[in-house]
């Protein structure tokens, strides 16, 4: 992907004035949690959520309990729930043979008899290959903004969370944007079926509706008429994109290259794409300073402690770790001068989900994107821009910073980072093997 200029892509952005007071940041998951109930139980006129999944467990019938009870409240309320198609028919990882979400919103749409739908939507013929990862709540004129999906760890119904960064925005023209790409793009496709009403169709059924659907997508936008490319003020700026060259991916990089003083990045998985890789070498070069915050590799959703049975994704927090080892080895002179600085967040037996862009005093990016080859190249990814060019919201985003690095250490150099030939056995035997067939850039394409 060729750099674009940063001036001409982020000044052409047509973006959603909102005064600074009208953007929240909820600290964390319980909050989050506590505010996704709050608001739905009072709606008045829309309830547009939309995840990677809706889980069976007791977060997950939490939320559809309380959609189902504003629905009999409000039976006039407009109450949409979108999940990928592929991930809410099949059980969780290394779980075996399970029915899969599906089969329980089935259940709760017999037993409650109301319309509360839940659409499954294909990014792609298969799973590995492309997921609904956008992200973003209408409620009302609300949005509520998280990286995060519906279960116990990410709405820290118990002792564990997932650590994730969670937003409310009051804007009725940007929850408009947001709701009416939901509601024609996403829900309205041909390939997108109810998966609360049995039966769904088969998904070999619906291969060739799903590719002409990805055809589509890929000239999908926010409906923005209503905005302005006026920057003399606080804007949110809606973006979506799939595949390569997308909007999201072309505003991402030219983030990067507009960067002249300060930027930090967030994302779980270290695996940058080629091209931003290249864009964050660029800005070291320009002498940008650069935090990259990034959760330990135990504090990884994927990581699995050795004395408990391995499957295939125990390896991915050895990848990135290695991945990270190998990036800190050849940028070990701007590590050394204080001009990179590589954080790793650890706390107990939690686990760590965040994204996101800070450039200088002016950009801020929320978003669901793990800045990886998949974001990219393979799934549906949206974020929200905050273009702040007098810093009217400079506060809380300095707060928000300053709380994502509580938990952090700075690494000093990349020895402070396990080396692979120390990994568990399994871990090892499986790396070798992908270097000895010359897979692991098809390994990272689709991690």
């Known amino acids: 992907m060729r750099p674009i200029a940063p001036t001409l892509a982020l000044n052409n952005l047509r973006g959603f004035p909102l005064p600074a007071h009208a953007i929240t940041t909820l600290p964390g998951p319980a909050d989050y949690r506590r505010c996704l109930l709050e608001r739905i ?162 998904s070999r059924t619906l291969n060739r509706a799903i590719k002409a659907f990805r055809s589509q997508l890929k000239d999908a936008a926010y409906d923005s008429h209503a905005g302005t490319t006026d920057a003399s003020g606080l804007r949110v700026i809606p973006l979506v994109g799939v595949g390569r060259n997308n909007l999201l991916n072309r505003t991402l990089l030219a983030l990067i290259a507009a960067s002249e003083q300060q930027l930090t990045l967030c994302t779980p998985y270290f695996n940058l794409p080629p091209e931003l890789l290249r864009a964050v070498n660029r800005a070291l070069k320009r002498g940008v300073t650069i935090d990259i915050i990034m959760g330990d590799k135990t504090a990884n959703d994927f990581f699995t402690p050795p004395d408990q049975p391995f499957n295939i994704s125990s390896v991915l927090p050895y990848v990135y770790e290695s991945n990270l080892r190998a990036f800190a080895r050849k940028q070990h002179k701007a590590i050394e001068r204080g001009q990179l600085n590589l954080h790793l967040w650890k706390e107990g037996t939690h686990t760590f989900h965040l994204k996101g862009v800070w450039v200088d005093q002016r950009y801020t990016l929320l978003t669901g994107n793990n800045l990886n080859p998949r974001a990219f190249r393979l799934d549906l990814e949206n974020a929200l821009l905050l273009d702040d060019p007098h810093a009217e919201w400079s506060s809380p985003r300095e707060e928000e910073l300053a709380q994502l690095m509580r938990n952090t250490t700075r690494i000093g150099h990349y020895t402070a980072l396990e080396s692979p030939d120390d990994y568990p056995a399994k871990v090892r035997t499986f790396l070798r093997r992908i270097r000895r067939i010359r897979a692991g850039r098809v390994l990272n394409a689709i991690l």
């Not at 407009?78 to 809410?88: G, H, K, L, N």
């Not at 799973?127 to 990286?147: A, N, P, R």
């Not at 990410?154 to 969370?161: S, V």
């Open 41 to 202: 139980a009072n709606a008045q006129r829309r309830i547009y959520l939309v995840a990677l999944y809706l889980q069976q467990d007791e977060s997950g019938q939490e939320i559809l309990d309380a959609l189902y009870a504003a629905k009999a409240a409000r039976p006039e309320l407009d109450i949409v729930v979108a999940v990928d198609w592929f991930r809410a028919q099949r059980g969780l990882i290394g779980a075996g043979k399970q029915p899969g979400n599906a089969a329980w919103y089935q259940a709760e749409h017999l037993s409650h008899g109301l319309e509360v739908p839940v659409y499954g939507v294909p990014i792609q013929t298969r799973e590995l290959f492309g997921v609904l990862h956008l992200k973003g709540h209408v409620i009302d004129d609300c949005v509520i903004y998280s990286g995060a999906s519906f279960n116990n760890v990410y709405l820290h119904r118990f002792e564990q969370y997932r650590l994730d960064r969670y937003h409310v925005l009051e804007s009725p023209a940007l929850a408009n944007a947001m709701q009416g790409l939901i509601a024609q793009t996403l829900i309205g496709g041909a390939a997108s079926y109810r998966l609360d009403t049995p039966p769904p169709a088969k």
